[in-house]
C-alpha cells in the first residue's frame, strides 16, 4: 500500500524541482555569443559554425566580401581612415541557430538592429541569403553596395541550404533535450510523492532511479546541444 503523503515528501520533491530547474538554467547557452568589437568603423561579422554552414553562410561570406565597399562611404581614398573602415570577417556561433545565415554588423563597436519588415528589431541579421538580404542590411548601416556587384551573387554562387530533414537546428536539439528532461523527471515527482521511490514491477532497487536519472541526463550531453558542439572548431 502506497504511504500518504507527508511534509517530508513534499520538501524532497521542492528540492528536486528546484535542482533541476537550476541545472536547466546553468546549462542553458546563451542566445548570443559575446564577441568584442575589432576596431572602429563597419564591423560586419559571418557566423561559420555548423548550423549557419549548412544554412549557406559560406557562399553568404563571398556574397559580402564581392559586394560591400572598403569604407563606409565607397571612396578608397579613406581606406586609413579607421572611423570609415569596413571590416569583413568569419565568426564563431551567434546564436539564433537554424536562422541562419546569421551576420553580426557593428558600427564603431554598437551592435545594430535588424529594423527590415517583420524582422522585430533582432540585434542580429537572419537569414542573409540573398543579394537582396546583403543590400538592405547594408543599407541599414549607411552602406551603398557596389556599383557592379549588380550579379554578385550569379557570379559567386546562389546562398543554399544543404539541410536535410534530419539535420535539426542547435535550438530544435535544445528544446528536445528539456523535452526529455521533463519524460523523465514528471514520473520520478509522481513515485516520489507517492511512496513508490525505486519501485520497479513488485520489487525495490535501491538507487535505481537516481541511476536512471543520471544516465538519461549523461545521454542528454550528447545531443550536441552545447555551444562547443556547434563549432567547427569543436
Request: glycine share 6%; net charge negative.
Amino acid at each position: 500500500m502506497a504511504r500518504p503523503r507527508s511534509s517530508s515528501s513534499l520538501s524532497s520533491a521542492f528540492l528536486s524541482i528546484s535542482c533541476i530547474l537550476l541545472l536547466l538554467i546553468l546549462t542553458t547557452p546563451p542566445s548570443l555569443a559575446y564577441t568584442p568589437p575589432l576596431n572602429k568603423g563597419l564591423e560586419i561579422r559571418v557566423c561559420q559554425d555548423k548550423d549557419c554552414l549548412l544554412d549557406g553562410s559560406k557562399e553568404t561570406l563571398a556574397l559580402l566580401q564581392s559586394m560591400t565597399p572598403s569604407t563606409i562611404d565607397n571612396d578608397n581614398d579613406d581606406d586609413d581612415d579607421p572611423d570609415k573602415r569596413i571590416t569583413i570577417a568569419p565568426c564563431a556561433c551567434l546564436g539564433p541557430c537554424g536562422s541562419g545565415p546569421t551576420v553580426d554588423l557593428r558600427k564603431d563597436g554598437i551592435r545594430l538592429k535588424d529594423t527590415r519588415e517583420g524582422r522585430d528589431n533582432y540585434f542580429l541579421f537572419r537569414e542573409i541569403d540573398s543579394s537582396k538580404a546583403v543590400a538592405d542590411m547594408l543599407a541599414i548601416a549607411g552602406v551603398n553596395v557596389l556599383p557592379s556587384s549588380s550579379s554578385s551573387e550569379g557570379q559567386v554562387g546562389a546562398v543554399t541550404s544543404t539541410r536535410q530533414w534530419y539535420e535539426l537546428d542547435r535550438n530544435s536539439r535544445i528544446t528536445l533535450q528539456r523535452i526529455l528532461y521533463a519524460l523523465v523527471a514528471l514520473p520520478l515527482f509522481h513515485a516520489r510523492l507517492n511512496g513508490t521511490w525505486d519501485m520497479i514491477g513488485d520489487a525495490t532497487v535501491p538507487n535505481s532511479y537516481y541511476a536512471i536519472a543520471g544516465g538519461v541526463f549523461v545521454a542528454s550531453q550528447f545531443m550536441g546541444t552545447s555551444q562547443k558542439s556547434n563549432s567547427m572548431e569543436g
